[in-house]
């Protein structure tokens, strides 16, 4: 599979599928966080062409899953174009931190995404471009080097990059430790991905860019996180998760599960 494949399913998808014709669920509160706390963030200016895709990428319930709070140090890991990362910056507020990571491996293959990224943190910049809120990070893929240890990382329908052959061998492992290892005790890791059939192993990451759930968790667990919450705010059933995920038959319709993890306080 090639590598220009292989990313634009994390980047080109902006993390969390295309748009449907299909009406959102209801919302559901996660512990007292809601996603009408965050309409500051969702409506952010900087946002504004993010917002064609907002119906199905329900924003709004994704801070409140993943329960940011104003003040946090937070990880966008494998940012692509910036979604997330723009997402985050009012979400943390004005004493908070966003780190937007984008692997060299990323921008090796398309240069542009590096503009992209220099394109995320400029509105959270002061009148010298230098970075007050959002924080740009280039490395490679399991090693982005936060510079300080973080209360939440995120990462949206990237995780099945780490298991593709074009990976050096272990990058999965050594990935996930490092998101592990980089978060406060107590910090949590949100995962969002396309499911792929049970079963089906590091091969679906490959030719479908899907997620197998069972190794997703093994891999996770592996690492010492614990899984703390699964929400459906992405479950499409009726996906039978064998197609490719640019598919015309599916795009825009997987299923896809979202995690909240916990590193042991």
């Known amino acids: ?31 007292g966080y809601t996603a009408q706390q965050y309409m500051q963030s969702v409506n952010d200016i900087a946002r504004m062409d993010d917002r064609q895709y907002d119906e199905t990428r329900r924003p709004g319930e994704l801070l409140a899953f993943a329960q940011i709070d104003k003040g946090d140090v937070v990880g966008d890991y494998i940012m692509g174009g910036g979604y997330i990362t723009r997402l985050l910056a009012m979400a943390v507020g004005a004493n908070g931190k966003v780190y937007a ?31 007050t809120r959002v924080f740009p990070l280039r490395g490679p893929i399991a090693q982005p080097g936060w510079p300080e240890p973080l209360d939440t990382i995120i990462t949206v329908t990237n995780f099945h990059d780490l298991f593709i052959a074009q990976m050096p061998e272990g990058t999965a492992d050594a990935a996930s430790q490092m998101l592990f290892d980089a978060l406060k005790p107590g910090g949590s890791l949100v995962v969002v991905d396309h499911l792929a059939a049970e079963g089906s192993g590091a091969e679906a990451a490959d030719t479908l860019h899907r997620m197998d759930r069972q190794l997703a968790l093994d891999t996770l667990t592996g690492a010492g996180f614990a899984l703390e919450e699964e929400a459906d705010l992405y479950s499409r059933p009726d996906d039978p998760r064998d197609a490719n995920v640019f598919d015309d038959s599916i795009r825009g319709q997987t299923d896809q599960f979202a995690w909240r993890l916990r590193k042991p306080g």
């Not at 090639?2 to 449907?20: F, N, Y």
């Not at 090796?108 to 503009?115: H, K, L, M, N």
């Not at 990224?117 to 959270?124: E, I, L, R």
Request: with cysteine; proline share 10%; aromatic share 8%.
């Open 101 to 131: 990571f984008q692997p060299e491996e990323f921008i090796g293959f398309r240069p542009e995404y590096a503009g992209e990224q220099d394109a995320a943190v400029a509105p959270y910049s002061d009148d010298d471009g230098n970075p």
């Open 1 to 31: 599979m090639a590598l220009r494949s292989i990313i634009c399913a994390g980047v080109l998808l902006a993390g969390l599928g295309g748009c449907s014709s299909e009406a959102p669920p209801e919302e559901t509160a996660s512990e």
